[in-house]
């Protein structure tokens, strides 16, 4: 898989009059020596608890923030090269936390069209990119309407509409289903794996759902502004205790097969999902069965 995203040895400082949610005084390193490279095309989550640096290393991906040592390439270009920023901002979009940060106009298709506007894309292709755009989040129907009429999932999507417009290579998710409802992340999180499946975009998820971040190809756990581990979804969760010493949970399946296991029941390693964890202790009765002859 081609490197689209490298981050190399990057440290990063708030300056003094600069505070980060949950984040530490000035004087510490909010990222400390990160190295991370993510694929063209990939779908990656990047886990950790409140102030671990997740947040602050999704901002380097499209130089809202520069590292304080290091380097950030994206596509091959290096983000502190003043000269790339506008590119590098065209390839990479950012979702927010908050919809509700990112919608700026009184209707939503002029609210996707905002940042083509800002591109200085023609009025005849923003019309097309704006209507494939809210088609790709199941919201054209909605095109006509008031973003304030919506409901938190819907205006995620619509958030998520006016980044797909500027037909970015990658977009940043950064923590987009922390403020909604199970519904409301179910609509954003299949709406994301089907850009990334169908349309080939690289994804980048920050999350602290655990049940989101086991649909990634791989998964990033960081804490105290550094990478402690990544693998597949299955390696990662499969280390229980390496995530509870991190303070961060598993796929409530995972825990509950984790338990299971302690005390001695014959499970998988791993599993991730409920349908997994019922097949495998349907699996080890019916075992038990045959071996003491109640069958």
């Known amino acids: 898989m081609e490197d689209f995203i490298k981050v190399e040895n990057v440290y990063f400082r708030y300056d003094e009059d600069e505070e980060e949610d949950n984040h530490a005084g000035a004087s510490d390193y909010a990222l400390k020596g ?38 950030v390439l994206v596509d091959g270009m290096n983000t502190k090269d003043d000269d790339h920023v ?37 009025s005849a292709e923003i019309r ?28 995620q999507r619509v958030a998520i509409a006016g980044i797909i417009a500027m037909e970015p290579h990658c977009i940043v998710l950064d923590e987009p289903t922390a403020m909604l409802d199970p519904q409301g992340r179910e609509e954003v999180i299949s709406t994301v794996r089907r850009l990334n ?21 791989r998964v990033v756990m960081v804490d105290s502004g550094r990478v402690f581990t990544e693998g597949t979804p299955r390696e990662v ?17 995972t ?16 599993v991730l ?13 019916k075992h038990h069965r045959k071996t003491d002859g109640s069958e």
Do not use: W
């Open 34 to 71: 990160i190295d991370l490279t993510i694929g063209r095309g990939e779908f990656v989550a990047i886990v950790g608890h409140n102030g671990s640096g997740k947040s602050t290393l999704a901002k380097h991906f499209n130089a809202i923030y520069l590292p304080t040592t290091g380097d």
């Open 128 to 155: 097309t990119r704006v209507d494939n755009a809210l088609k790709a989040v199941d919201m054209y129907d909605y095109r006509r309407h008031s973003p304030d009429k919506l409901s938190g999932g819907q205006k």
């Open 197 to 217: 499946k169908e349309r080939g975009i690289t994804i980048i998820l920050i999350t602290h759902y655990m049940e989101e971040a086991i649909l990634a190809d």
């Open 86 to 122: 506008f590119d590098i901002r065209k390839r990479v979009g950012l979702v927010l936390q908050n919809p509700d940060n990112q919608i700026v106009a009184g209707i939503v298709e002029e609210d996707v069209a905002f940042g083509c506007e800002n591109l200085g894309v023609p």
């Open 273 to 285: 999902t409920e349908d997994e964890c019922a097949a495998a202790i349907l699996e080890m009765l």
């Open 237 to 253: 969760f499969s280390r229980c205790e390496l995530m509870k010493q991190h303070h961060l949970d598993v796929p409530q399946a």
């Open 255 to 270: 825990e509950l097969n984790h338990r299971l296991r302690g005390c001695g029941l014959e499970l998988p390693e791993c």
